[in-house]
């Protein structure tokens, strides 16, 4: 509510940021920012954009449940097909129903009270003649996505002295996907939030004229949160899920009902196909399995093949997993990377980090792959469960990784709560991480 406050009274410069860690309620936020500022100034004119299709449609279902489509349009690029569009994204959208979209006149673009439509594309209301100043807000939700010219496009085109510029999203999750070692030793890596956010005045402590920080976490069980919360944002997230997220702690796997997270040692190996540049784990593959059938079989609150996701960093994994969840008639259940499930949620998550071999972390970490030298693929992929958690990997590996990677402090956390499943005789005292609260180190200490 103090973010909704502060943007509705706020005016011109500098940008306002919306700090949301997973799960506090973020798009809500901005959503509920944008209907109050079209409640309060009746003059104003927003436009709010992300840096994907998938996430403008996002915000664009969730006003429409409060705006008519002659006061809002959503924006589309020439090349985006109208297949696959959800129908209430249809309804706001611009063209004359041909295959493809059109871009309307500028009059017909100023007579919007709220235009939707991502980074990239609102170059196309510049195209038409939009000035600067048009818009008395602009919104970029996920701002810690794209590169800083993505965001820029809205930024600098169309924000005026007056204009009120609003960033939503969480520096500590992905960021661009930059390919170009030269375009990130020049910092296109980092999102305009990211710098933001690192420089005063934005740094902490926060001012609430500059920053909110979102802190009462909707999602996930509090044991889930406790470690992203100390590991990424200071402790500070509230556990406010209601009693779903308690949902799986009678799964018969977990060591600890009241610590729905299980660390499951696997000592498989590192394997390639034919030509093929893709890393699979065969005897994770088989692991993952054994998961899905036992939450398939549970006799109470047994989660829905929809409410299930498998996550893990290579693609040849995602294909071996599938091919096994299809014959299982279980095809429904989401495999993908860290990146394609960014912005969502699962009731049950389980991770497979495939990495079984010391001697190919060297190519992991010149090439940014996998989750071992990756902190914020790490955070999204822990971020993602509501009730259960279950991370297969190789401890052995996890505990060598020691650069830039958090990943070495899961299964001490799980050790910590003795939920683990065949690892107890690979562990070793020096996997304790002494930065971890002292109650969590003696725990591991008296454990192992």
Not at 232 to 243: H, I, R, S
Not at 382 to 406: D, E, F, Y
Not at 416 to 432: K, Q, T
Request: glycine share 6%; aromatic share 8%; net charge positive.
């Amino acid at each position: 509510m103090s973010a909704v406050q502060e943007i509705v009274a706020k005016r011109g410069a500098p940008p306002y940021i919306i700090f949301g860690p997973p799960g506090t309620g973020k798009t809500v936020t901005v959503v509920e920012a944008i209907l109050q500022v079209r409640r309060h100034n009746k003059d104003g004119v927003i436009l709010a954009c992300a840096p994907s299709n998938n996430a403008s449609d996002l915000l664009l279902e969730r006003l429409a449940k409060f705006v008519e489509n002659r006061h809002m349009l959503r924006l589309n690029a020439f090349t985006r097909s109208r297949a696959g569009i959800p129908n209430k994204v249809k309804e706001f959208s611009n063209g004359d129903g041909s295959p493809f979209f059109n871009c309307p006149s500028r009059e017909e673009l100023t007579s919007f009270k709220i235009i939707v439509t991502t980074c990239m594309s609102a170059g196309m209301l510049h195209s038409r003649g939009v000035p600067a100043g048009h818009f008395s807000h602009i919104f970029l939700d996920e701002s810690g996505q794209p590169t800083e010219p993505e965001a820029m496009v809205a930024a600098i085109n169309f924000a005026a002295p007056s204009t009120v510029l609003v960033l939503a999203g969480d520096h500590q999750q992905l960021g661009p996907v930059i390919r170009s070692p030269l375009a990130d030793k020049f910092g296109l890596s980092k999102s305009f939030l990211e710098r933001l956010i690192s420089s005063p005045p934005y740094t902490p402590p926060f001012k609430k004229e500059m920053v909110t920080k979102l802190v009462r976490n909707y999602r996930s069980h509090p044991s889930i949160l406790d470690l992203p919360s100390r590991l990424f944002y200071q402790g500070e997230l509230v556990p406010c899920a209601g009693e779903f997220s308690r949902s799986l702690c009678e799964w018969g796997w977990l060591p600890n009902k009241k610590f729905p997270i299980l660390f499951i040692g696997v000592e498989g190996k590192d394997l390639r196909e034919g030509n093929s540049p893709s890393w699979f784990n065969a005897a994770e593959v088989s692991k993952v399995m054994e998961v899905v059938k036992s939450l398939r079989d549970m006799r109470r609150n047994k989660p829905l093949a929809t409410e299930i996701g498998i996550i893990t960093p290579y693609r040849k994994q995602v294909e071996k997993i599938k091919g096994p969840l299809s014959k299982e008639r279980l095809a429904e259940i989401k495999v993908g990377s860290v990146e394609e499930f960014q912005g969502q949620e699962k009731r049950a998550i389980i991770v497979s980090t495939v990495r079984s071999s010391l001697e190919f972390l060297g190519h992991d970490k010149k090439f940014n792959l996998g989750f071992l030298f990756n902190p914020k693929r790490f955070n999204v992929a822990i971020t993602r469960p509501q009730a259960l958690l279950v991370v297969v990997g190789n401890p052995g590996i996890l505990s060598k990784v020691r650069v830039s990677s958090q990943n070495m402090v899961f299964p001490t956390y799980a050790l910590a709560e003795r939920a683990l499943e065949r690892v107890p005789a690979l562990l070793h005292p020096e996997w304790i991480i002494h930065w971890l609260p002292d109650s969590i180190t003696r725990r591991c200490w008296q454990y192992s």
